[in-house]
């Protein structure tokens, strides 16, 4: 079935550090979807982007849709320790029942 | 205060025991969806409901039941046919036509031994 591909699986940074993460599909999705997960809880939407080649940001943290509609990445400028948790790219895919399909994530830890 | 509940967080059986987790919202909203998450996996769906009194399987949905008899709940019962069923069970929900935007629930962790 269709896969989204995160990268990297973990990542380890200081604080302060700026961080990025991407996601790639073989497929095309019209909507792609970052979504965090803190420890212990369910994921919450952070960032959702419609139009390709679109740069959405919010307060530290900016997404793009990439151009050709297979991948996305996310940026988070100056971590602090409440980022911590799990990031999860998702897409829209309105050709299979208008489901959510998730990534497997990208753990992020912050060292002090 | 909107919202989703589930409960319990923990939650322990026997292998071979049925068990029911409850999923509730407030937010008024068309659409509830079970998800399963084991460790380093994403979130894979189970089952899913547009509307009162119809739901649709997931992608994983062998070993797992649910009913929607009212818009705020949606409970899944994981039955002693479910191979593996010792994971994290999230519930989420959205407005019709917006699917995209679905707000989690805090997540059940079950534990069958």
């Known amino acids: 079935g269709q896969q989204l591909n995160q990268s990297p699986q973990s990542m380890f940074i200081q604080e302060g550090e700026d961080v990025s993460m991407n996601c790639t599909s073989s497929?095309?999705?019209?909507?792609w979807l970052w979504y965090k997960q803190d420890p212990g809880e369910g994921p919450v939407l952070l960032i959702a982007?419609?139009?390709?080649?679109e740069l959405t940001s919010n307060g530290r943290l900016t997404a793009q849709f990439g151009i050709t509609r297979k991948d996305s990445f996310l940026n988070i400028s100056a971590s602090i320790p409440s980022d911590v948790g799990i990031y999860f790219c998702?897409?829209?895919?309105?050709?299979?029942?208008?489901?959510?399909?998730f990534g497997k994530g990208t753990r992020l830890h912050i060292l002090p | 205060d909107g919202g989703i509940t589930q409960s319990p967080k923990y939650l322990f059986r026997k292998e071979g025991q049925n068990v029911t987790l409850s999923c509730e919202q407030n937010?008024?909203?068309?659409?509830m969806y079970w998800y399963r998450q084991d460790p380093g996996q994403g979130l894979r769906l189970i089952y899913y409901s547009q509307i009162v009194n119809d739901f649709q399987k997931g992608d994983i949905a062998e070993g797992y039941s649910v009913s929607r008899e009212k818009k705020e709940s949606f409970p899944l019962t994981v039955t002693s046919a479910q191979k593996n069923p010792t994971a994290f069970y999230l519930c989420a929900s959205s407005i019709l036509g917006a699917h995209y935007e679905q707000y989690f629930g805090p997540g059940t962790r079950l534990t069958v031994t």
């Open positions: 982007l419609y139009k390709a080649g």
């Open positions: 937010l008024n909203h068309d659409a």
């Open positions: 998702a897409v829209y895919a309105t050709d299979r029942d208008d489901k959510i399909i």
């Open positions: 497929s095309i999705f019209n909507t």
